[in-house]
């Protein structure tokens, strides 16, 4: 199959049996493609790109609820207002990203064409620990500009459909920047609010909640974020702009409605006006 | 250095036409029409896991007939192509048109330069906004490509299959009308009027649903798929309204709720 005469016919690569995945397949025709890929003269260049913040995931007693605040900064200044930083990356899980926002997002895209491309070749889609396996090797690839300051890292969580029975199927997994992979027991946080978050659910948090409560706890997270980190966005009432908030339960991924989030941040406004410490 | 015989192009490409003709008209056949829900794809298929009828991309499907191992090729560099091309554009800019091209060259590439042509048919079908706007692509084994708007037929008994969707085609039916038309032209294969009963365990059904937001594609199998098994009753009550030969064929099948 040389090809020669005919020019608009599919390229080799493309009709070569083997992997089912997309960044894989990339990496054969097309490695500029990939984040991670492209050579960055030495130095550091964490002030090159916009920054995105905190991130909150919770496992409740119907599968998962992620919420991420609306802010990127580069050094003290707020590039973006409302940036969206969690994502659905398939029918039954999502993903949210802190750090480099460019890389991030490109990062996200990729991963959720990951899933489908995998989905579409082999007809099923993975297991969810296969699809946090797969985000850990996709990290691996950035690792050499991740040390040059445009880290990249996800928080990812969804809803397993092999897991024994309902309480149990929502899962967590954390991730640094080389790669690993932790899988967490009840909640996480990822970004520079994250300390402030993850002290804010550990008062508030129990297991088997559900899931009207988690997110209420979730945005009340990101408000304590936003409360003591200069970098995570509060609710913005004067904008009409909050949190993003997303689950993943037995009917799949979804966002929530923005009516209902603006609800339930205005209620911790209203509660915080009333006692600021909570 | 051994001396060749001379063949003349005529026969070679004759040759490798029949070849491939033979073994494809030996395959099961798979009918593709658009109806007012979207585009349904149904193929006859004995296999659950090794299927015939598949997704491309967010609005686009693919079907095929012959030997699986060269159409499964296709079909994943189609996916491959659709979700470079989506990747590096948007996903508004794969289109139907794009892959059936490079599906002809592909096709047509192979039949010329490789001594075996690959002994496939293939249809690659696009949801539109309206059933008037969807596209139907037909691909031999030579790279030709045909526009068939409406339905489409492939496999041994294509033609009479396509008289069959001929007479009943209709672009504004719902989808169990359209399902209720391809049964009848998959089991009307027989040859000379007879009808074989088909069951849900060996029919591949699925559909590009116009009215799906993203990916269209959804396999109707199990329960679904029961549910849209024409019943006894309807089946009469459709077959007898627009076309009186096909009901008096009608009592020829054996009772329906056996599936």
């Known amino acids: 199959m040389t090809g020669q005469g005919f020019p608009g016919k599919l390229p080799n690569a493309y009709m070569t049996a ?5 960044s894989e397949f990339l990496m054969q025709v097309a490695p500029e493609m990939l984040p991670g890929r492209r050579p960055l003269p030495p130095g550091d260049f964490a002030s090159v790109s916009a920054h995105a913040t905190t991130i909150v995931a919770l496992r409740t007693a119907e599968g998962v609820v992620m919420a991420g605040d609306r802010r990127a900064t580069m050094g003290n200044y707020i590039s973006s207002r409302d ?9 039954y899980s999502l993903v949210g990203i802190a750090g480099t926002a ?48 445009l880290a990249v890292v996800p928080l990812f969580a969804g809803f397993d459909v092999d897991a024994p029975s309902i309480p149990e199927a929502g899962k967590i997994y954390s991730f640094d920047v080389v790669g690993g992979i932790y899988a967490e027991r009840d909640y996480d946080s990822i970004g520079s609010g994250s300390i402030f978050a993850k002290s804010s659910l550990k008062k508030r948090y129990h297991r088997d909640i559900s899931t009207d409560d988690a997110v209420k706890i979730a945005v009340e997270s990101l408000y304590d974020a936003a409360d003591d980190d200069s970098a995570t966005g509060g609710p913005d009432p004067t904008r009409d702009l909050y949190p993003v908030v997303m689950t993943a339960t037995a009917e799949g991924s979804k966002r929530i409605d923005e009516a209902v989030v603006a609800d339930v941040a205005r209620a911790v406004i209203a509660a915080r006006t009333e006692n600021p410490y909570g | 250095m051994a001396m060749q015989f001379y063949t003349s192009p005529e026969q070679i490409m004759r040759d490798r036409a029949e070849f491939a003709r033979k073994n494809i008209s030996r395959g099961r056949n798979v009918v593709v029409l658009s109806c007012a829900d979207g ?33 499964e090729n296709l079909r994943t560099a189609g996916v491959r192509m659709a979700d470079l091309r989506g990747y590096s554009y948007d996903r508004r800019d794969v289109n139907a048109a794009t892959l059936a091209k490079a599906y002809a060259q592909t096709l047509g590439g192979i039949f010329s330069e ?59 039916a719902p989808l169990a009308d359209a399902f209720a038309l391809a049964l009848q032209a998959l089991s009307s294969d027989g040859g000379n009027g007879t009808r074989r009963e088909l069951t849900t365990d060996v029919l591949e059904v699925a559909v590009l649903e116009r009215a799906r937001p993203g990916r269209a594609f959804r396999r109707i199998e199990g329960l679904a798929l029961e549910a849209l098994m024409p ?19 009608d009592g020829e099948a054996p009772d329906p709720q056996e599936s």
């Not at chain 2, 006859?44 to 191992?69: M, Q, W």
């Open chain 2, 231 to 249: 019943s006894a009753e309807t089946e009469t009550e459709s077959e007898a309204e627009p076309d009186p030969e096909a009901a008096s064929s």
């Open chain 1, 83 to 91: 940036i969206e930083k969690v994502f659905p990356a398939d029918g």
């Open chain 1, 18 to 22: 083997g992997t089912s995945s997309f």
């Open chain 2, 114 to 172: 490789q001594t075996k042509p690959f002994e496939v048919e293939i249809c690659v079908a696009g949801v539109g906004t309206s059933p008037e706007a969807d596209e139907l692509y037909r691909l031999t084994f030579d790279g030709s490509i045909n526009d068939e708007p409406g339905y489409l037929a492939m496999g041994g008994a294509a033609d009479s299959l396509k008289e069959v969707l001929a007479e009943g085609h209709d672009f504004e």
């Open chain 2, 39 to 71: 585009v349904l794809l149904v193929a006859e298929n004995v296999s659950s896991a090794l299927h015939k009828v598949y997704e491309l991309y967010d609005r686009i499907g693919f079907a095929a007939v012959g030997k699986y191992n060269e159409f």
């Open chain 1, 102 to 149: 460019g890389l991030g997002i490109e990062l996200v895209k990729l991963y959720q064409l990951e899933l489908e491309h995998y989905e579409k070749i082999e007809g099923a889609p993975l297991t969810l620990n296969g699809k946090a396996n797969r985000l850990a090797t996709m990290l691996r690839g950035n690792l050499g500009i991740a040390l040059q300051g």
